[in-house]
C-alpha cells in the first residue's frame, strides 16, 4: 500500500483528514502543516501519496509538488474558487468542501494507479554496473572462444543457465570463468 501523507495549513484540519482516513482503512504515514515537512517526508519514503491543501506559510501546493521525487502523487484538496486558478494537469484535485465517498474513490483510484507504477518498477530490468558487465563479457568471450558460440548463442546460454540453477546472470557468469580457471581483469 501507498504512503500516504496529509498537509494542511492549519494542522487540525490535517489531522481530521487522517483520522477519518485511518476510520475508513487507510494507513496515514504523517500528518505536515508545511511544505518543508512534506519534502523532508517524501524525500524518506518509496512512494505513495500526498493529500495537499492549497498554500502553506512556507510555499503553495504546485511548489510541493514539483518537488515530489519519482513514484509520488498529488492530490489537491482546495476550494472551487482556488481550483479554477490551479494548474492540476499532473495532479489530482477535489473542491473543498468534499463528499466523503468522492475522498475515498479518487484516493482508492490514486491507489491502484500507484500499485500499478509499483509493479512496473518491480519488473524493470536492473542496470548492471560496469564489473557486472565485463564479467559477463569475459564468460561470452570464453564460451564463443571454447565452444565455438555466436554471441548470441553465449548469452542464451549463460542466461538459461542462470535461471537453471536460480542464480543471477553475474554468479552464473564468475562461476564459468572460475570452473574454466579463467582469470577476468577487473
Not at 490535517?14 to 494507513?27: H, T, V
Not at 557486472?132 to 554471441?151: G, P
Amino acid at each position: 500500500m501507498a504512503d500516504i501523507i496529509v498537509a494542511f495549513p492549519k494542522l487540525d484540519d490535517a489531522k481530521n483528514l487522517r483520522k477519518l482516513l485511518i476510520k475508513n482503512g487507510y494507513d496515514v504515514n504523517m500528518v505536515c502543516d508545511s511544505g518543508s515537512q512534506v519534502i523532508d517526508a517524501v524525500n524518506r519514503l518509496d512512494g505513495g501519496i500526498v493529500i495537499s491543501g492549497y498554500r502553506f506559510s512556507d510555499m503553495y501546493y504546485m511548489e510541493i509538488n514539483d518537488y515530489l521525487p519519482k513514484g509520488f502523487q498529488m492530490l489537491l484538496l482546495a476550494s472551487p474558487a482556488k481550483l479554477v486558478d490551479c494548474d492540476v494537469r499532473n495532479l489530482l484535485s477535489l473542491a473543498m468542501p468534499f463528499k466523503v465517498q468522492d475522498l475515498l474513490n479518487t484516493l482508492e483510484m490514486m491507489m491502484v494507479q500507484y500499485n500499478r507504477w509499483r509493479k512496473k518498477q518491480k519488473n524493470k530490468p536492473k542496470v548492471r554496473s560496469e564489473n557486472d558487465r565485463r564479467i559477463i563479457s569475459a564468460a561470452k568471450e570464453l564460451l564463443i572462444e571454447r565452444n565455438q558460440m555466436t554471441e548470441d548463442e553465449a548469452h542464451h546460454y549463460i542466461q538459461k543457465l542462470s535461471m537453471d540453477s536460480a542464480t543471477n546472470m553475474v554468479e552464473t557468469a564468475e562461476m564459468i570463468l572460475e570452473l574454466n580457471g579463467k582469470e577476468w581483469d577487473i
